[in-house]
């Protein structure tokens, strides 16, 4: 066995459980997903010379794998990007301001919205969802997260900062809608104030 | 906390209200941060915020579970790693 071989199943290979489920967040389809896999590792295999031992692999492997599952879906990176990052979490306030009138603070907390949340994050657009993904999720830091997406880090905030408030406008409206029970001690409470 | 932000609100909590995420994601300076601590220490309105900030944040982790690739996929992935050549054990 070559070195390179060796050192590619040492480092590489363990982690095909968390590329999978990076793949499987992006595609939000099995079969897309396995098809990302299995590109990934391939064309990691092929550049593995362009791999810094003792780096992070995991990161290294995520940055392609999103590449290809950019590539599946013949999506050119986007070249408009934001930068209201203040407008965003101006508006995360409003949401705020709401779900406190009507009683739903702890809306976030309770068991009952778990799949709404995965349902939420699955209805927010690209670019916003995959840095939500690799940050809030696979708990990334901004810099790498920036080095995966191949953008400044401020554009991997103003991303994150727009899934949020998207995410969290979904949910209230949610819970609203499909008559979660708020906290009626809460807005009894703001009623008699 | 007003009901809409065009409500006049406290600069201390406006600066909340403009940067938790950044403090709540380290991104803050320390000096801002330390700042912005002690103010949410002392606002309940402020308070509230965050918690409900860092519930979704939380909420939003929760989603990361442990989850193994189907044997079906790793079988793939040695296979067309095998093809282009690699050798494992």
């Known amino acids: 066995m070559k070195d390179q071989d060796a050192a590619f199943e040492r480092e590489a290979l363990p982690w095909i459980d968390d590329v999978y489920r ?6 939000r389809d099995e079969s897309d997903a396995d098809d990302v896999v299995q590109d990934t590792f391939l064309r990691a ?21 999103r590449n290809v599952f950019l590539r599946s879906r013949e999506r050119a990176r986007p070249t408009v990007e934001l930068d209201a990052t203040d407008v965003d979490a101006a508006a995360a306030g409003s949401v705020y301001a709401i779900a406190a009138r009507e009683g739903y603070e ?5 068991l009952d919205l778990v799949p709404a949340i995965s349902d939420a994050l699955d209805r927010v657009p690209e670019p916003f969802r995959s840095a939500l993904i690799i940050v809030d999720v696979e708990d990334q830091s901004y810099e790498s997260a920036a080095e995966m997406l191949g953008v400044p880090i401020g554009t991997v905030r103003s991303r994150l900062f727009r899934g949020r408030r998207l995410m969290q406008e979904q949910l209230l409206t949610y819970a609203i809608d499909a008559g979660f029970a708020p906290r009626m001690a809460c807005v009894e409470q703001r009623r008699n104030a | 906390m007003p009901d809409t932000l065009s409500e006049v609100i406290p600069t201390e909590c406006m600066e909340v209200v403009l940067h938790l995420w950044d403090y709540l994601d380290d991104q ?20 509230a915020f965050q918690a409900f900030q860092r519930g979704f944040l939380d909420a939003l982790a929760g989603l990361r579970r442990p989850q193994r690739a189907p044997w079906r996929v790793k079988a793939r992935v040695l296979a067309s ?7 494992t054990h």
């Open chain 2, 81 to 87: 790693l095998a093809e282009a050549g690699l050798r």
């Open chain 1, 45 to 65: 295999y092929r550049s593995w010379h362009t791999y810094l031992p003792g780096s992070d692999c995991r990161r290294w492997l995520f940055t392609i794998c």
């Open chain 1, 106 to 110: 702890d809306i976030f907390s309770r």
């Open chain 1, 22 to 27: 990076f793949a499987l967040s992006l595609t």
């Open chain 2, 28 to 47: 803050l300076t320390a000096e801002a941060t330390t700042n912005l601590r002690a103010h949410i220490a002392v606002c309940p309105e402020c308070y």
